[in-house]
């Protein structure tokens, strides 16, 4: 357990801002500390409906640093799924935004941090709760799942400090929030900027909004921070055709960012003497588990780079068997003290302890080349077999990729595969392609053409909603 940030720092510095004047001090996120300690004296959970605003990260920095699990959840869940994971996981507390606070009538208000109420709970009782807990992050985004993973204190503060680290943060560090701060990078970033003594700039202000830029130019921010969907639709609206003379960091998690997309923003921060970093992270291990230096960018496209400092990434084959051979690929088996304790399904689940033991099966599968640099192909479960060959998903679609520079999202069943495009003049391209690389599909392969690939909220597309 135990502190994840020394608030008591220096000259007690502003720490968070937002678009209409308030902030905080690191002396006022202390004494929420101590607040929050003292409701909360059997450390029991605390639920926070997140959207990015100033009380919310205020909230989560008092109500994890007071030695309270925090279990972050979308506000953009109905409350009735967010009602069903209240009920399997009785927390004490919830902190919500002010304007919703009336979903709750019957609950007593015990505090407030600016624009975010903190409620007590009815329930009779709580789960007890194991003392290393500290973290719990959906795995599922918006969908009001009850599967949790749950990281430690240990895992939090340890991956807040290789971050910081990694991408060199100070405490002129001045980031804003582009992510949603329950998504795992989002959080990660929060809790490294924190980490580094840096500023939080709050929005909720989305990226296509004016709002958002604005705040981001006056305010002068100097890192940025976001998800493959995201870099996509500010390089088709030309949002970073220009400099930001603020500017200074660029990185990128959540998925893998296309090769086209990689080398445009590494042109851009090498342009503008920018640092534009690729993460490869999973919440199962607390966000991050490697990275591209920056320095490396424009000349390892599509490598996602090196574990963290203290990480280690083997990759084993079919039989689990290690693979030594450069540039054979395999299952990403992650080591490392930010490995989160498990899974929770249930409130019950709340008081195991550490099952994973440090080590991960990320189910993700890559390659390192003659460097060591980790380059992912796909998934696991993204195999069909024709005819009695192994065919991976994820690799057709890297090699339309490579070749054609089009995005494709390829689907299908045994004997059976469906490759989708969203211009019909790339169809035939394609299904050339194909049928000339991959000798077991030439007879039955589809190419379709579909408006838009259904996606996630962090932007990846949801291969399980295409139709076969």
């Known amino acids: 357990m135990g502190k994840i940030w020394d608030f008591n720092r ?10 209409k004047g308030n902030s905080v001090k690191s002396s006022e996120i202390e004494a929420g500390a101590k607040l929050m300690g003292e409701l909360n004296k059997d450390h029991s959970l605390i639920m926070i409906i997140c959207r990015n605003m100033i009380g919310a990260i205020y909230g989560y920095a008092s109500s994890i640093n007071s030695g309270s699990p925090v279990m972050l959840l979308s506000s953009e869940i109905p ?5 069903n994971i209240m009920d399997t996981y009785l927390p004490s507390y919830i902190l919500l935004p002010e304007e ?10 015990a505090h407030k941090f ?54 060199k943060l100070t405490t002129s560090e001045r980031t804003i929030t582009a992510l949603p701060m329950q998504y795992s990078f989002g959080i990660t970033i929060i809790n490294a900027t924190l980490s580094a003594g840096g500023q939080i700039y709050v929005t909720d202000k989305s990226l296509m909004e004016e709002e958002f830029w604005d705040f981001f130019e006056d305010q002068h921010i100097t890192s940025f921070h976001g998800v493959p969907n995201a870099y996509d639709t500010l390089k088709h609206f030309g949002i970073f055709e220009e400099d930001f003379p603020d500017l200074k960091l660029m990185s990128e998690a959540g998925g893998r960012l296309s090769n086209e997309l990689h080398e445009y923003y590494a ?31 424009a000349i390892k496209t599509g490598s996602v780079g090196k574990p963290v ?30 490995v989160a304790m498990g899974y929770a ?15 991960l099966r990320t189910g993700d599968v890559g390659y390192l080349d003659e460097d060591g640099y980790l380059f992912i192909t796909g998934r696991i479960k993204r195999i069909i077999k024709m005819y009695g060959h192994r065919i991976s998903l994820d690799e057709v679609d890297s090699m339309i990729m490579e070749k054609l520079h089009i995005l494709s999202a390829s689907t299908g069943s045994d004997n059976n595969l469906v490759i989708y495009v969203t211009n019909e003049g790339e169809k035939q391209a394609v299904f050339d392609l194909v049928r000339k690389n991959i000798q077991t599909a030439a007879t039955h392969t589809r190419v379709e053409v579909i408006e838009a690939f259904p996606r996630t909220e962090t932007g990846k597309i949801k291969f399980s909603e295409l139709p076969i």
Do not use: C
């Open 79 to 83: 409350v009735e799924m967010r009602n």
């Open 267 to 297: 042109g851009y921060a090498k342009k503008y003497n920018k640092q534009f970093y690729l993460v490869y992270g999973q919440s199962e291990a607390s966000g991050v588990v490697a990275y591209l230096p920056a320095e490396d960018a």
């Open 345 to 359: 399904l249930n409130g019950e689940d709340l008081s195991r302890g550490n099952e994973w033991e440090g080590r």
């Open 309 to 338: 400092s203290g990480g280690r990434i083997t990759l084993l084959d079919e039989k689990d068997e290690p693979i030594t051979e450069v540039k054979k690929s395999g299952e990403i088996i992650y080591e490392g003290p930010n």
């Open 100 to 109: 919703i606070r009336t979903d709750y009538p019957f609950m007593e208000e």
């Open 114 to 167: 600016l624009d975010y109420s903190v409620l007590k709970t009815n329930y009779d009782s709580h789960y007890p709760v194991h003392p290393d807990l500290g973290l719990m992050i959906t795995t599922s985004g918006s969908t009001g799942s009850v599967k949790f993973v749950r990281q430690s204190f240990d895992n939090v503060r340890f991956n807040a400090n290789a971050n910081a680290e990694f991408m």
């Open 10 to 19: 220096p000259g007690d510095p502003d720490v968070l801002f937002d678009r």
